[in-house]
């Protein structure tokens, strides 16, 4: 296998690097800078490929990003990449097969909507957006370690969605206007491992159909606004963050927190901190 490594230049994109691959690892890098002003990310994808990641440093991002077939989009840093919607439209767009990884993603109406397959949503804060945090239709996507809060909607929003090799696993889904996750049409999903906590209505809110067809087991649902009916196999106990509100800090107090844990012996929510 052989690497080049080549510079492109793209207006209002500072800092970016194209690193392409020739043979059975075709693919590239591009790493990008929120100093380039707007639309920095919505520029690179023009020029992206499927298999290439946009890579993104620390900053805020002021985009509306479609992202294209086979792209992911990453944090060089973990919730250090900022995606500020602007106040209004859909923040991310998600493509068939692709992937966003570790941003920050508020201040849109939407957070993210995924109609395509095979896509992947993960180790995301989505919070402060004006309505729902994640809108999903058709195929599930891989919705996992992503903390879900404070969105003026509901967290996680499903329509006619089908678990296809995809789950809702260990997330945070806490603080939200409406319920926290709201799952309509004829679904079939599995929704496991997660902390549903101190949303306005009901921590899950669920179609008749799609709760025949439905796997949702192991979660905790905690002092949600209307408890609804218990859902068999789940847990309701104290998650205990440790700063919610001040800090965004979703960790569970050790203190107070946890010895109950998840299918895979883990601790429920999401598995990492901002």
């Not at 508020?106 to 993210?112: D, E, L, M, P, Q």
């Not at 926290?180 to 159909?209: F, H, L, P, T």
């Not at 025949?212 to 859902?231: A, D, E, L, P």
């Amino acid at each position: 296998m052989t690497i080049r490594f080549h510079r492109i230049a793209l207006a209002g994109a500072a800092g970016l690097v194209l690193c392409t691959m020739s043979g059975a690892f075709a693919g590239a890098r591009v790493e990008l800078s929120a100093l380039g002003g707007k639309h920095v990310i919505s520029k690179a994808m023009i020029k992206a490929r499927p298999g290439d990641t946009l890579l993104l440093d620390d900053g805020v991002y002021k985009d509306h990003l479609s992202i294209k077939e086979g792209v992911t989009v990453k944090a060089r840093n973990r919730g250090k990449a900022r995606l500020n919607g602007m106040g209004r439209g859909t923040a991310v767009i998600m493509g068939t097969n692709s992937t966003i990884d570790g941003l920050e993603i508020y201040n849109a109406t939407i957070g993210v909507f995924s109609r395509n397959g095979n896509v992947t949503i993960k180790n995301c804060l989505i919070y402060k957006n004006w309505m729902t945090g994640i809108i999903a239709v058709r195929q599930l996507p891989k919705i996992e370690d992503n903390v879900i809060a404070f969105n003026r909607s509901s967290g996680i929003q499903l329509w006619d969605s089908r678990s296809v090799n995809a789950s809702i696993n260990h997330n945070t889904v806490a603080f939200n206007g409406n319920h926290g996750i709201a799952v309509g049409g004829s679904s079939n999903v599995v929704v496991e491992n997660n902390v549903i906590a101190d949303n306005q209505r009901y921590g899950m809110k669920v179609s008749q159909e799609s709760s025949v067809k439905s796997n949702i087991t192991k979660n905790n649902f905690w002092q949600n606004g209307i408890r609804g009916q218990q859902i068999k196999d789940n847990y309701s106990f104290d998650p205990a963050f440790m700063s919610a509100r001040g800090m965004l800090d979703f960790r569970p107090d050790p203190r107070e927190c946890c010895s109950i844990k998840g299918s895979d012996n883990q601790n429920l929510g999401a598995r990492f901190d901002f």
